[in-house]
């Protein structure tokens, strides 16, 4: 009987998977307004290279059968960055597997829980369809003025990533000689706020004080 039961839960989940997972790709699709570059696919917001940029990457929805919900994962590549990585040879590991510059996923966010409410990170898997269309008008929100503009930022090497790096830099492989070179890339100043934020033990941005102080005064007076 515990079999027969617990069976079609099984299917009726897989169902509700299906009902939502088709919708939120219709949903996204339809709304998110995005470059050439970027298709959304069945569960993928795809961020594909360009003829001028050999960066990539991609947002994610994996559904989790312990929490019944879905989180959000992203992670983006980038040879220019990898290659100033390989240059500058850090006496210290990257938080990321080798090749991937950013990556996170929702259940990472801690305190900080911008994707969904929930301890996890996940999004509940909608059971009808009013919650249907909530769940999908929450995903694309967080998609549009979160998820998607983070990316693009390191994507695009804009000097706005340094904000989002000096706010999680576990999520980025290397968010001291990131953030360096967004400086020399745009000939940026950081404030003393910002600077302060950068060398705080705390923060976990620098991987070796001297190091990292010494790079950051080369490249400074360069």
């Avoid at 100033?84 to 990321?96: A, L, Q």
């Avoid at 259940?107 to 249907?132: H, I, Q, W, Y």
């Amino acid at each position: 009987m515990l079999e027969v039961i617990k069976e079609q839960k099984m299917s009726v989940t897989a169902e509700l998977r299906k009902l939502f997972e088709t919708e939120l790709h219709n949903y996204l699709k339809a709304n998110l307004v995005c470059a050439s570059n970027i298709k959304c696919l069945k569960k993928e917001i795809s961020i594909k290279k360009t003829k001028d940029n050999e960066a990539s990457g991609y947002i994610c929805f994996d559904f989790l059968n312990n929490a019944r919900g879905y989180c959000l994962c992203t992670s983006v590549d980038s040879p220019e960055l990898i290659d100033f990585f390989n240059k500058v040879n850090p006496p210290y590991r990257s938080n990321k597997p080798e090749g991937v510059v950013y990556a996170m996923n929702t259940s990472m966010e801690g305190s900080f829980k911008s994707f969904a409410p929930n301890f996890g990170g996940t999004v509940d898997l909608p059971r009808n369809e009013e919650e249907r269309k909530k769940a999908c008008e929450w995903i694309y929100t967080k998609v549009k003025d979160i998820y998607l503009p983070r990316a693009m930022n390191l994507i695009e090497l804009k000097p706005e990533a340094v904000k989002d790096i000096i706010l999680f830099p576990n999520y980025y492989a290397y968010p001291f000689l990131i953030i360096l070179y967004l400086i020399k890339k745009h000939n940026m100043s950081l404030s003393d706020k910002d600077m302060e934020s950068v060398f705080s033990k705390r923060k976990r941005i620098i991987g070796n004080k001297s190091f990292d102080k010494q790079l950051l005064e080369k490249y400074l007076s360069e």
